[in-house]
Every structure is written in C-alpha cells, then in structure tokens.
C-alpha cells in the first residue's frame, strides 16, 4: 500500500517556520514527509533537515519520497527522544521544529495497522509496532473503571462508562479481537437515539484508545520544553494538533515558557528564578483556509501554533 498523506496547513506552516537557508530543521513527525519537502526546497542544499518517525513504514516511505535530496538525515525515534538524533550527529541546538502529532492518512487507511473503524482488522492502533501494549491488550486486559477513564478523558466521550460496561461484558464471553468486533459492542452501548446524529458512534473511543496506546498527549507533553531548550534564539518551533486535548498542552506550555516570573501575586520579590524563553508568534492558532477545508477533509480540527526563541 502506498503511504499517502496530504499534509494539512502546509504553507502556513512553512511560512511561519521562516525557514533559512543554512540552518537546521527537525521534523519530528516526518509521516508523509510533504512537511519535509518543502523544508528542504526552502534550504536549497544548505543546511540540515532531521527528519524523525516512530513509524517504520513510514520513515521508509519518507526516505524515497525525500531521495533526490542530500542534505537530511532519518532517524527511527518517538519524537520525545530526539536528543538521540542530536547526539549522534554532535549538534548541539536547531533552528526550527516541526511536530504535527495527527495520525497520517496511511495509517489511517491501511487495515492492517487496526487505527479506523471503517475497516475490518486486528485492535492494533500502534504507531510503533514495537511498543508492548495495543489496543487489544486495552479492551481485553484493563479494568472497567481504566477503560471508562480513557474513554472518557482522552475521547470526551459521554457514554464511557456504558461503553466499559459494555466492553467487559462481552469480552467474558470471548476476547475482542478486531475493529468490528469493538464496533459493535459501542453500537450496542450507545442508545440508538443518540447515534442518529453526528460522527460515527466509535469515532471518539478508537481516538481514545490511540491515544493511550501511543501516551500522545504524555509524549507531546514532555516533549514541548526539552525542544525549546534546544532552539537557537530565533528559532521556531511549529506545532499542529487535531484535537482540543492536544491544543491545550501546546497552548498551555507556551504560555508557560512565556512567563518571567511564577511567583504567588501575593509574594513581594520574586524568587522563581522562571525566565521567560520564547514569544508566542499565534496568539490565536492558525486554521485551515476555505479552500483547504474543501479539499482536505482530515484538515477541518487542525490548529497550528507557533512560537520563537528568544535570547535568555
């Protein structure tokens, strides 16, 4: 199957990169690498891109698309662990950063990885295939409090704890082992009534299960102040998110990584020793234009916010 993924936001998000020529670039997301090709148009054979994916056919699928270029190097990583990149290649600090955390097109569409509820396949849903715990391990193994809890928590869904019930009752009978096993049961679970409108009644659990497969939002939490440490003053780090968990952990940090002082109001000097490292370029995160919407369904939630290093 051919790895397909049209990358939203594309020129926004390379513009407001303000990629220059001789300069690093990380993309820590490299996916469908569209990013990627872009940047390395911009840097004209200077420079360096480092391209990182957790996903082995994905940074396979990378390295053909990115081939005519000299100037990049490919790194099979959770962009939590990009440090390992830098290290291996005795960098010290990059000029830009590139994270968009959506699920690409191809693993969305290829059955086999078990990442949609279109298709009929194996509860999977890791990016990694090296990772231990899959999606079936989740519905099969955890309790009915842990299932309601992610469902609810990583997928804002309101029938969580009827779809745990339901999940667990039926897995005394036999393990669930595919998507439309899973499918049915939160068909089942969710009054008819309230599957008559709006998304398909499995979209904000599979969300969930991803997302605690994969820990995105611990990974992307974790990862947003150790990549700022590591921009040179002038650098951007670029990020777009797919839904309003992950917008929050990016505002949120950069607002964080903005502030002077975390001192109490109350307290009369400061003595956080907080220093402000970055100016937040977005104030509001940049959406998809008419046009793109028209073209790009997967681009209707993207948000992209963006910020700048400073001196410190």
Not at 27 to 48: M, P, Q, R, V
Not at 174 to 181: G, L
Not at 225 to 251: C, M, Q, Y
């Amino acid at each position: 199957m051919d790895f397909e993924h049209k990358s939203v936001l594309l020129e926004e998000t390379i513009e407001e990169l303000n990629v220059r020529e001789g300069k690093i670039y990380i993309d820590g997301t490299l996916g469908g690498a569209g990013h990627s090709f872009e940047i390395l148009k911009k840097l004209k054979g200077t420079g360096l891109l480092i391209g990182i994916d957790q996903d082995k056919e994905a940074l396979d699928a990378a390295k053909s698309k990115l081939s005519q270029f000299e100037n990049v190097k490919f790194f099979n990583l959770n962009y939590v662990d990009f440090e390992k990149a830098l290290d291996e290649l005795g960098i010290e600090k990059v000029d830009g950063i590139l994270l968009d955390i959506g699920v690409s097109s191809y693993q969305f569409d290829n059955p086999q990885r078990g990442f949609s509820y279109r298709f009929d396949a194996p509860l999977d849903m890791r990016m990694d295939q090296n990772l231990d715990i899959s999606a079936r391990d989740i519905v099969n193994t955890y309790s009915e409090s842990e299932i309601t809890k992610i469902i609810k928590d990583y997928g804002e869904e309101k029938w969580a704890s009827r779809i745990a019930k339901f999940i667990v009752e039926d897995r005394k009978v036999k393990d669930i082992d595919t998507t439309f096993e899973l499918v049915e049961i939160i068909k089942k679970a969710i009054p008819i009534g309230a599957r008559r409108n709006g998304h398909h009644p499995a979209k904000k659990t599979f969300q969930a299960l991803r997302i605690e497969v994969n820990k995105e939002l611990d990974v992307l939490e974790n990862s947003i102040e150790k990549f700022v440490k590591k921009l040179n003053p002038g650098g951007r780090i670029a990020i777009i998110t797919f839904h309003s968990l992950e917008d929050r952990i990016v505002k949120n940090s950069f607002k964080y990584l903005e502030k002077d002082c975390i001192c109490p109001p109350s307290s009369p000097i400061c003595t956080c020793d907080k220093k402000r490292e970055i100016k937040i370029i977005t104030r509001k995160p940049i959406t998809a234009s008419d046009r793109e919407l028209c073209e790009n369904n997967r681009s209707h939630s993207a948000k992209l916010r963006v910020a700048e290093k400073i001196e410190v």
